[in-house]
């Protein structure tokens, strides 16, 4: 399996960006897609994800901000980032657990907030 994200750049401080991972490859099914980040000198955290039947949980720092959806047929996820801050600068890694309950990375997309 291999997760290809893309769409992440730079922003000035309440501007938007929107990412997008595909998945490709065999896998059984998925039971949740989503965004993990990761600072500088910070540990990996839970952004957004979603499961196939459209249930969505998000982080406390980015709801009413970011807005996750997929397209199951197309194992795509996305995610809409508006109202950004500088405290989302991250890489922004995507995220499929199978039905084997494994989880896929995407090799991270970069995502800089200025102020």
């Known amino acids: 399996v291999q997760l290809q994200a893309s769409g992440g750049g730079s922003v000035q401080a309440g501007g938007s960006l929107r990412l997008s991972c595909v998945a490709s490859g065999s896998f059984r099914s998925i039971n949740r897609m989503g965004w993990f980040r990761q600072a500088p000198g910070k540990q990996r955290e839970l952004v957004a994800d979603i499961t196939p039947g459209g249930n969505a949980k998000y982080a406390d720092f980015v709801k009413g901000r970011f807005t996750t959806s997929s397209d199951n047929a197309k194992n795509t996820v996305s995610l809409q980032m508006n109202s950004l801050e500088p405290d989302d600068t991250a890489v922004y890694y995507c995220?499929?657990?199978?039905?084997?309950?494994?989880?896929?990375w995407g090799q991270g997309t970069l995502v800089t907030v200025s102020s």
């Open positions: 995220n499929f657990n199978d039905g084997w309950n494994t989880n896929h």
